[in-house]
């Protein structure tokens, strides 16, 4: 008898546990913060740029407020508009150093970029246009 109660109840417990990890979000598909995916297309645009050196974020536009449709349910894995721009730095474009670490270069380029962009990790987040500022 008590063996089939220990039975019972580890199995109680194991389908708890299965039904919490089927539940919960995986690391994997966690959101990104706005700010966090917009720095994230940063590097991915130093990376596939053929410039010199490389861009660091100089302002970013805050996110557009949500339209409020009763019968719709946004789609967390939709891609979302982005503007932002983005400043040439000192640090040349094949170094390790990260551009946050790197001073903006005097008199550099300033690009304007505007997107859409996912704010999970797995998605390309290349929806982007950057165009050089006057």
Not at 17 to 41: D, F, N, T
Request: with cysteine.
């Amino acid at each position: 008898m008590e063996t089939q109660r220990a039975s019972l109840s580890l199995g109680c417990w194991s389908l708890w546990l299965l039904l919490l990890g089927l539940v919960l979000p995986s690391a994997s598909a966690q959101a990104l913060s706005y700010r966090e995916a917009v720095l994230r297309a940063v590097d991915q645009l130093n990376e596939r740029s053929s410039e010199a050196h490389l861009y660091h974020l100089l302002e970013l536009d805050p996110p557009p407020l949500p339209t409020l449709i009763l019968d719709q349910v946004e789609d967390p894995g939709a891609r979302k508009p982005v503007s932002f721009r983005v400043k040439e730095t000192v640090c040349p474009r094949l170094s390790l150093q990260p551009p946050e670490q790197c001073d903006f270069k005097e008199n550099g380029l300033v690009k304007q970029c505007v997107g859409t962009l996912s704010l999970y990790r797995s998605d390309d987040p290349f929806g982007l246009n950057c165009n050089e500022v006057s």
